[in-house]
């Protein structure tokens, strides 16, 4: 939840919503522009326990062009798929993953708390945290990589991530991905590095657009923008006796806006975050996103299949 003082005013609030209302209503029916690339993200967790091989191997098999998986770092400086904070959140382990070797991380079992109908699937069937090299191993060289940088301090991670991928000549398979700027900034060694635009430029464009109707040009050396379809903000407004906060869900894009921003120039992509129904799959190729990511790989695989 983005608690910034977004928006100034009650008054800039409902100008926002009018502005929704009215944006891309040219009096056609939407059409599909494409139909975007669909993306697993950590490996399309509500089908499969994420970011393991299992997970990636499955969805590709589902028919995904791409996956995503979250990096850590651990204690002796390999990098590892793991997204949260605490190696208890799904494995049989506890604490930081920085703060145990990857032999020991690997004695873990990464689907331990998978339990998507109450029988806990894969204690029985053990599933390894792996490497990021494993899984540049185990992964067909055609497909895009996304990685989601999930640990701190960012140079400690990147110079982990960059030695693999100079061992494996692996710099083009990969694009880069984090929500925090110390990541990126990190990044600029590396020029081999493709990455996604830094979020709060994105998370700034958008607004900006649905707001104010101002759009805000990507730098030209800009290739890959990534922000979710639909966002839960907290606005809050400034008054005498104390802010005065409200819930709001923006609907973040449209046909225009892609229009605008693939104008400025041909390479740049544009993904759609946080896409897990048919519906909102639907949106996605009628506003002309190259790709969406996805919990949910064989819900979306069936809904693109059956889209003319």
């Excluded at 490996?43 to 995503?68: H, M, Y």
């Excluded at 703060?99 to 806990?120: R, V």
């Excluded at 494993?134 to 060289?141: D, F």
């Amino acid at each position: 939840m983005i608690r910034k003082n977004l928006f100034k005013t009650a008054a800039i609030v409902l100008g926002c919503l009018a502005l929704h209302a009215c944006s891309d209503q040219d009096g056609d029916s939407p059409e599909v522009i494409s139909k975007p690339k669909i993306i697993a993200h950590r490996g399309g967790r509500v089908d499969f326990p994420e970011n393991t091989l299992l997970s990636f191997d499955k969805a590709l098999q589902t028919g995904v062009d791409g996956v995503e998986m979250d990096i850590q770092v651990s204690q002796d400086l390999v990098p590892v798929l793991y997204h949260p904070g605490d190696l208890n959140i799904w494995t049989n382990g506890m604490g930081k993953v920085s703060s145990l070797p990857f032999t020991e991380l690997k004695k873990l079992n990464a689907a331990w708390n998978y339990d998507p109908q109450n029988n806990y699937p894969y204690r029985n069937n053990p599933q390894s945290i792996p490497s990021l090299k494993e899984a540049l191993n185990t992964i067909p060289s055609k497909v895009p990589i996304i990685l989601d940088m999930k640990s701190l301090p960012a140079g400690t991670l990147i110079q982990s991530i960059a030695t693999v991928l100079d061992e494996l000549g692996a710099w083009n398979r990969v694009v880069f991905y984090s929500t925090t700027r110390e990541h990126l900034d990190a990044l600029k060694a590396w020029p081999a590095a493709q990455v996604f635009e830094a979020r709060e430029i994105t998370r700034q464009r958008l607004l900006e657009y649905k707001i104010n109707g101002k759009f805000i040009a990507p730098d030209k050396q800009v290739t890959w923008i990534g922000f979710e379809l639909t966002r839960n903000f907290n606005v809050s407004e400034p008054l005498t006796l104390g802010d005065g906060n409200t819930a709001i869900t923006v609907n973040l894009w449209d046909k225009n806006l892609v229009k605008a921003i693939k104008g400025q120039s041909g390479n740049i992509k544009i993904v759609l975050f946080g896409i897990n129904t048919a519906e909102d799959y639907k949106t996605a190729a009628e506003i002309g996103a190259d790709a969406v990511m996805t919990d949910a790989p064989t819900l979306l695989v069936q809904a693109r299949s059956a889209m003319k």
